[in-house]
């Protein structure tokens, strides 16, 4: 029987630590990946205007977090007619793994209401 109050005990332990720690996670994790989506969606529109030079003023703001990315996918897709299309490829990857992992029926999410339904 003590084994049996044990794994009750840790297993109550593990739903206040859920508790605790998802919402937070949760939270930034959805607005680091919104932030992502945006600035990808701003690369976009930069790809229209090729004259601007990313790497001077405000636009550092947005190449510094998505070149990276885009470099390593650049080696393995080239452009196509002349376009760029790998932001395309990473805003789509980015928006589909902020639905898999916060959107509504998203893992963390779902894992959140769970937690919060179960009792303590």
Do not use: N
């Amino acid at each position: 029987m003590a084994g049996v109050e044990q794994a009750a005990a840790s297993g109550a332990d593990t739903l206040a630590l859920l508790r605790q720690v998802l919402p937070p996670v949760h939270l930034v994790l959805g607005l680091l990946l919104s932030a992502w989506t945006l600035l990808f969606l701003f690369r976009i529109v930069l790809t229209w205007y090729p004259q601007v030079d990313l790497s001077q003023g405000i636009w550092r703001v947005v190449a510094i977090p998505t070149e990276p990315l885009l470099a390593a996918t650049r080696k393995l897709i080239a452009p196509i007619g002349g376009v760029d299309v790998t932001p395309v490829i990473w805003l789509g990857l980015i928006s589909l793994m902020r639905e898999l992992l916060v959107g509504q029926q998203g893992l963390i999410t779902q894992v959140m209401i769970r937690a919060s339904v179960l009792p303590a």
